[in-house]
């Protein structure tokens, strides 16, 4: 079983919707961070958290330290929004543990 | 800034060849790392600093050596290139308790 896990792995959408991408771990983690990866591959950061709930225009996430689980929520989806999301935990020493990331699409 | 700056972008090699992917970053970061993206497979870290003169192994070090002789650069070396070897690799740094990671382009290797 991979310390990440990430669901769903493909996930389909409508322009508008709301929609929840769920990250669930195994390990003790000191944060964990959401990133974006495009089409073209390129790689950007969306959140780091450790506790609570943290809001960046659509983007929404949340983590539950005792549950071991955080969701990334995207308001009124676009489009735009289609690329692949992906968990990642942070232990002890800065390392990093990465789920396989979601694949998001946003049809109009 | 610059950001991170990852090169060669693209690099065929033969099996046994060595070579260097670079990677610099001008933000005075503290952390940066190596990764390597597989289909299916999702990102696993390689070798990671937190500082000049500080580097540790990751998930997959094995076939690659890293140095930190600067706060700039965190090269990462394939001393005799293998098959399993071909990926795409990502470098990034960091501020350390601070979250926010800054990814290069991305440097796809092709071992034949």
């Known amino acids: 079983k991979n310390e990440v896990e990430q669901s769903p792995q493909n996930l389909t959408a409508q322009e508008g919707e709301f929609i929840t991408i769920n990250c669930s771990y195994s390990?003790?983690?000191?944060?964990l961070h959401w990133l974006q990866q495009h089409p073209g591959g390129g790689i950007v950061s969306l959140f780091m958290?450790?506790?609570g709930k943290k809001k960046h225009g659509r983007l929404i996430a949340t983590i539950n330290i005792q549950e071991k689980h955080s969701s990334l929520h995207i308001t009124a989806s676009h489009p735009r929004d289609s690329a692949v999301y992906i968990c990642?935990?942070?232990?002890?020493?800065?390392?990093?543990?990465f789920g396989e990331g979601t694949q998001l699409t946003v049809n109009p | 800034n610059a950001g991170v700056t990852q090169t060669p972008k693209f690099q065929v090699l033969k099996t046994g060849q060595s070579m260097t992917l670079q990677c610099a970053q001008d933000?005075?970061?503290?952390?940066m790392s190596w990764y390597r993206q597989d289909p299916g497979m999702g990102l696993r870290l390689i070798h990671y600093?937190?500082?000049?003169?500080?580097?540790d192994q990751g998930e997959v070090p094995n076939g690659y050596n890293v140095s930190r002789s600067t706060t700039e650069d965190f090269p990462l070396r394939l001393l005799s290139a293998a098959p399993s070897q071909t990926s795409v690799y990502f470098c990034?740094?960091?501020?350390?308790?601070?979250?926010?990671?800054?990814f290069g382009e991305g440097s796809r290797l092709t071992v034949l």
């Open positions: 990034a740094s960091g501020l350390i308790n601070t979250g926010e990671l800054f």
């Open positions: 390990v003790g983690i000191s944060a």
């Open positions: 958290l450790s506790s």
């Open positions: 990642a935990v942070e232990t002890s020493g800065s390392r990093l543990t």
């Open positions: 933000m005075n970061h503290e952390y």
């Open positions: 600093s937190v500082g000049a003169g500080i580097t």
